[in-house]
């Protein structure tokens, strides 16, 4: 068990809601971003005089960009539908962080100067003037919301949170408030190509050590090519499958995986990452230049194929986005989707009989599987609605002999966000994962309870990290998380394909 | 002509300009502005005809709310149904001669009354019981319940208590339709009926009562889930492109 200055909620026979306890999380924020960090992606250095006066104007702008910004603040009719769905409420009490709370934060701000009610009545309807105080929850709550579109789900008009916080964290950086986290990777993205930061060279000699280590444990050259002009496939992982546990054993599942299906594939050291946190902060601009690189690494590399590694906002933004962001990719091979998802690639090949998997290689293991929030409610696998939650599980199944799901109300749509993504997984709210990962953790310790289970398989890097870290603090060990290409890559007998 | 007819048709006119436009207005708030990314809330149907169905069903079976919630999707499945009756079994006042349907619709107006009043107190309750949804009620979200109780209450008083004269109120609707106002019979439960029914929709368009044309216009739930397949591009957005990677 780790040590907290918190209280690490208790896992219980069922997950309970709580009893509203106002202002629990009211001191949670992530660190400000520092000029510097501001300037590299063209937003003020720090809070613009007449900060109140440009947020609106941005919020006025941004209304009549998207829709689902206005449609949204307008058709809330508060009816709680969403009040016990979000894992930040359920893991915390703290009323703000039901999502109608939430999005009332900028509602609020909406009416008053946006609708006729809010100009004449601002008591009656909820109106509010933007202050310093609401300012501080703004960017404290929409720091407290992983843009997971759980709420989304059970909205009888659609409304959906993570627009909102996309929308208000863009405000933020507008007027100089950005966060620390989020914008410095971006700015990392545009200057060296991945979240880390992690140049060329180094890249280079991380994969040549990968090599070594599977010729070591397998005796078989399994490649791990970078910058190879004129490759079939380019793959986009996320860059935390270069370097971290259990990442990186997806990676090597990856890299197997080709390796069978004899396809030159090869990773692009201009573009070594998926990840594209400027979604998070709601920044089309950015979020496309992020995009565009990727195009480019494409194009460079004459490649006929696009395919995504294990991450979940990555393959939102990959598969709802690039074709708008980047496309069209008409350059590529139109006879396989842009892009595809490794899981998509991999299930194809299992389909056709093209991969020799040995269950018995994963027999230590009892698996469980957790959907990744973007990955279930944002994209697609395959070609049928669902195949996001059949695809990956196929997969698992294929790869070990010990499957369980857990709680039916957990997984597939309505499946609990880890508690770190959106941009949320920075160490300072590490009180905020411990307490949202609560909702995943106890149906978690359901299946643990109930079936032995002693893994839980994820396909997002965020997801990864943040469990990796919080179960822990809730006496479940680190290593119970493994990448679902790491079964794939443990079972796959390499040098028998036909 | 008394002051009294003049006074409700001037009123009755206004608020049905209010509600024509003011909606109006909105809605085309709506259609102008630009989806600029495709974002259906998954699992979502491939094509536009199944996102339309997906609409459909929302519209028709609350089904998002069904998931959520089954005490709110009953109560609000009542109280929407109960409307749905009244508004078609007031549907004889209007018309001239009366459909067929209308005249079948007119016994199971009362019943549809009824649900609509127990649906209404059902939400009341839980807006009052429940903590969570008590936190996130304003003042107008009371309001506006207790309204459309108010309007309720008053529609099966005149049916219970005053036997008003409905074919002279006939005559008065059909005035104000054709443009040749006729008396209004002066019951003042009617009276009251009809300014809630007035208040209604003046406040409409300025109200969460917008989740009705709302929910047509909901991008997570309208849009086919087919980014892949189809090049989504707005307006802005493809100025944005041929501006190079600009300031959005």
């Not at chain 1, 404290?140 to 208000?168: K, L, N, W």
């Not at chain 1, 294990?310 to 709802?320: D, I, L, N, S």
């Not at chain 2, 406040?203 to 397949?229: C, M, W, Y």
Request: glycine fraction near 8%; charge should be positive; charged fraction near 20%.
């Amino acid at each position: 068990m780790a040590k907290t200055d918190f209280e690490v909620p208790a896992l219980r026979d069922y997950l309970r809601t709580p009893d509203l306890r106002p202002g629990a999380m009211a001191k949670s924020a992530p660190f400000k971003a520092a000029p510097r960090h501001q300037q590299a992606l063209g937003f003020p250095e720090a809070l613009v005089p007449d900060w109140e006066r440009v947020a609106v104007a941005k919020l006025g702008d941004l209304l009549g960009k998207y829709r689902s910004l206005r449609v949204h603040l307008d058709s809330c009719v508060k009816c709680g539908a969403c009040t016990d769905k979000c894992h930040y409420f359920l893991g915390t009490g703290d009323p703000k962080n039901m999502p109608v709370a939430r999005q009332d934060l900028l509602r609020s701000v909406y009416r008053r100067h946006f609708t006729l009610a809010g100009k004449l009545f601002p008591r009656l309807v909820g109106a509010r003037d933007l202050d310093a105080a609401l300012l501080d929850e703004w960017y404290g709550y929409f720091h407290q919301c992983s843009q997971c579109r759980r709420c989304s789900v059970f909205c009888p008009y659609g409304i959906d949170t993570a627009e909102i916080s996309m929308a208000a964290r863009e405000i933020l950086d507008e007027i100089g408030v950005g966060q620390k986290y989020c914008n410095e990777i971006i700015a990392k993205v545009h200057a060296i190509g991945n979240n880390l930061g992690l140049p060329g060279p180094a890249l280079a000699n991380t994969l040549e050590g990968l090599e070594e280590d599977v010729k070591e444990a397998t005796g078989v050259d399994v490649r791990f090519p970078l910058d190879v002009e004129g490759a079939e496939v380019l793959l986009i992982p996320p860059s935390a499958d270069f370097f971290a546990e259990p990442h990186i054993d997806g990676l090597i599942g990856y890299a197997k995986v080709f390796h069978q299906a004899g396809v030159r594939w090869t990773l692009s050291s201009y573009a070594s990452e998926a990840a594209n946190f400027a979604m998070f902060i709601g920044n089309y601009a950015q979020m496309r230049k992020v995009a565009l690189r990727i195009r480019q690494a494409a194009i460079d590399l004459k490649v006929k194929r696009i395919v995504v590694g294990e991450c979940g906002h990555a393959w939102r933004v990959a598969y709802g986005f690039w074709n708008t962001l980047a496309g069209p990719f008409d350059f590529l091979d139109p006879r396989y989707p842009v892009p595809q998802h490794i899981v998509e690639f991999t299930y194809d090949l299992i389909r056709r009989g093209a991969l020799k998997l040995d269950k018995e290689a994963n027999d230590h293991m009892k698996v469980t599987f957790h959907d990744s929030c973007n990955v279930a409610r944002a994209t697609r696998m395959g070609d049928l609605p669902g195949g996001q939650f059949v695809l990956p599980r196929a997969l698992i199944k294929a790869s070990c002999n010990h499957y369980f799901d857990m709680a039916p109300d957990t997984i597939g749509e309505k499946t609990f966000c880890c508690g770190g993504g959106g941009g949320l997984l920075t160490d300072e709210l590490i009180e905020l994962r411990v307490k949202g990962a609560l909702p995943r953790v106890q149906a978690l310790h359901e299946v643990r309870q109930e079936h032995g289970v002693t893994h839980m398989a994820a396909i997002c890097a965020i997801c990864k990290s943040q469990f990796t870290k919080v179960l822990p603090y809730y006496g479940i060990p680190m290593d119970s998380v493994v990448s679902v290409h790491q079964l794939v890559g443990n079972a796959i007998r390499l040098g028998t394909s036909s | 002509m008394p002051l009294l007819t003049v006074t409700y048709a001037l009123l009755l006119y206004a608020a049905a300009g209010i509600f024509v436009v003011g909606t109006g207005w909105r809605i085309y708030g709506y259609a102008r502005t630009p989806a600029p990314l495709k974002i259906p809330t998954t699992p979502a149907p491939v094509t536009r005809l199944g996102a339309a169905g997906r609409v459909a069903r929302e519209v028709v079976l609350f089904e998002s709310l069904f998931k959520s919630d089954k005490w709110t999707w009953i109560f609000a499945a009542a109280f929407h149904l109960g409307l749905l009756l009244e508004l078609l079994r007031h549907l004889r006042y209007f018309l001239q001669p009366i459909g067929t349907w209308v005249t079948l619709v007119q016994p199971f107006g009362v019943y549809g009354g009824m649900a609509m009043l127990a649906g209404l107190a059902g939400l009341l309750g839980r807006r009052l019981l429940v903590a969570r949804v008590r936190y996130v009620s304003g003042p107008s979200d009371y309001l506006m319940l207790l309204l459309l109780l108010a309007t309720g209450l008053s529609g099966f008083s005149i049916e219970l208590l005053e036997r008003t004269d409905i074919v002279s109120f006939k005559v008065f609707v059909l005035g104000l339709e054709y443009l040749d106002w006729q008396p209004l019979p002066g019951n003042p439960l009617l009276l009251a009926h009809l300014t809630l029914v007035a208040v209604l929709l003046i406040v409409f368009p300025f109200s969460k009562l917008l989740h009705a044309p709302g929910i047509f216009f909901s991008p997570t739930r309208n849009q086919a889930d087919d980014a892949r397949e189809r090049r989504h591009l707005a307006p802005w957005a493809a100025r944005l492109e041929r501006g190079g990677a600009g300031e959005v």
